[in-house]
């Protein structure tokens, strides 16, 4: 069974409602936290034009497993974000996918 913040063996996410998407680092925020725009616009985006995940944009911490092997993520890169479906405008980088 996987520890608590870690993806399963197979690649999918600890808690079942979780979301799963790509997406490109745009910048390094203060606290250890970074902007993604993600791939595909997102989930929940909207065409309202509100902020947040309506432009496919969310702030994401790096979570347990890269945090632990010492994973640099640089502006640019492609990474794996997991989403909570309570709140998509937040997420955990799980994978550094390499360069853009």
């Known amino acids: 069974m996987a520890a608590e913040g870690e993806a399963g063996r197979a690649g999918e996410p600890v808690h079942p409602g ?11 925020l203060p606290s250890a936290l970074y902007r993604v725009r993600l791939a595909d616009g997102g989930p929940g985006s909207r065409p309202d034009g509100k902020p947040g995940a309506a432009h496919g944009t969310v702030t994401a911490h790096v979570s347990a497993n890269p945090r632990r092997n010492f994973v ?3 502006t640019g890169e492609r990474v794996r974000v997991r989403l909570s479906p309570r709140d998509l405008t937040r997420g955990a980088i799980v994978a550094r996918l390499g360069p853009a």
């Open 18 to 28: 979780d979301i799963e998407v790509e997406g490109v680092v745009e910048a390094q």
């Open 72 to 74: 640099r993520i640089l």
